[in-house]
């Protein structure tokens, strides 16, 4: 076997409700009281915060909310984060939101305590300060980036760039499956997918695949697969939900160790350019992907059919090719676009995709088949 290392949170609350209690569980384990609570404004309009504000007042937290956070969010917006919560001597920084308040809450925790230029971080590994204490709060089923190292930002009109490091896994990770409640079914359906994309990636990911990894994949493809539709159809599910949380959760664990690769990095220009919400852009992206692999990863892809219980009878390029219509015909059943031109992309721009997919070179090398520009068009083209 061959040696790999895996490393995760120091902790995860799973528990119904704990955003209510929030300043009793912090209270608890937590000597810090000046807080910031990093979210965006739609969730604090909803009202989506109060009972968690209002049981960290009554723990004794004093609460600064910046919820300035927005869809991709550009690097002015967690300077203006950081600055805040130096000027206002935070010493807990607490995300709670979708991935993009989640991502900016760790990069604050981070440029908040160190003098570290934002622009040397970018990479793997290149984070040599420590953060302040940090608490994950996720409200959507799908980034898993409660539990992952990685936090992404827009660094130009159409580009993003990521921060890796161990620095950016969290102290605490709370799962409320009650803050996912009455999310619109095609918000549900995408960001769903998006968490099964995680768990395809890290399954079949190139360089950093390991045994737990695969079996928080493989765990992760079975909660969201069985659960999606549910979700998407009655959204105040309580079973439904929590599983679907519990699902990106995994995914999230498993892709943090080995990581995801070309439905990534060829739907990162879709994001930057066309402005599809970055869940959205991996399910346009899933089914061709998968077909270009097939010559490389039909065994794993056969592999991962058992574990949605599909027909196990055939050869494994017949079992493999049986999981990948499964996943489109769920992207059908649930109502997530399944075309490029469905989102307005424009054909006349596949091939500046193509060339900006090769920037994400971070995630190519993961990919179980070699993507070149070449191979980047011909999967836009058979997207579209």
Known sequence: ???????????????????????????????????????????????????????????????????????????????????????????????????SSLDIAKLAALLARSDQPLCELYGIGNVRGERLALVQIPTTAGTGSEV?????????????????????????????????????????????????????????????????????????????????????????????????????????QAFANAPVAAVHALAYPLGGHYHIPHGLSNALMLGPVLRFNMKVAAPLYAELADVLALDPSGETEHRALRFVTYLEGLMDRTGAPRRLRDVKVERRDLGMLASEAMKQQRLLVNNPAEVDQAAALKIYEAAF
């Open 1 to 99: 076997m061959k040696s790999f290392q895996f490393d995760t949170v120091n902790s995860i609350q799973f528990e119904w409700g704990a955003a209510r209690r929030l300043g009793d569980i912090l209270g608890a384990i937590r000597p810090e009281r000046q807080l910031l609570l990093v979210t965006d404004k739609i969730l604090r309009q909803l009202g989506t915060l109060d009972q968690a504000v209002a049981s960290l007042q009554q723990s004794g937290f004093t609460v600064t909310i910046f919820d300035e956070v927005v869809a991709d969010p550009p690097e002015q917006i967690l300077m203006r984060c950081a600055a805040i919560a130096r000027q206002s001597g935070i010493d807990i920084v607490v995300g709670l939101g979708g991935g």
């Open 148 to 252: 992952t190292n990685i936090s992404i930002l827009t660094t130009g009109e159409t580009t993003k760039m990521g921060v890796v490091s161990k620095q950016l896994y969290a102290d605490l990770v709370i799962l409320d499956g009650e803050l996912t409640l009455g999310l619109p079914r095609s918000h549900t359906a995408a960001t769903g997918i998006d968490a099964m994309v995680h768990a395809i990636e890290a399954f079949t990911s190139r360089h950093k695949k390991n045994p737990v990894s695969d079996a928080l994949a493989r765990e992760a493809l079975h909660l969201l697969s069985s659960h999606i539709e549910t979700a998407c159809n009655d959204g105040q599910n309580r079973e439904a939900r929590e599983a679907m949380l519990l699902g990106s959760m995994l995914a999230g």
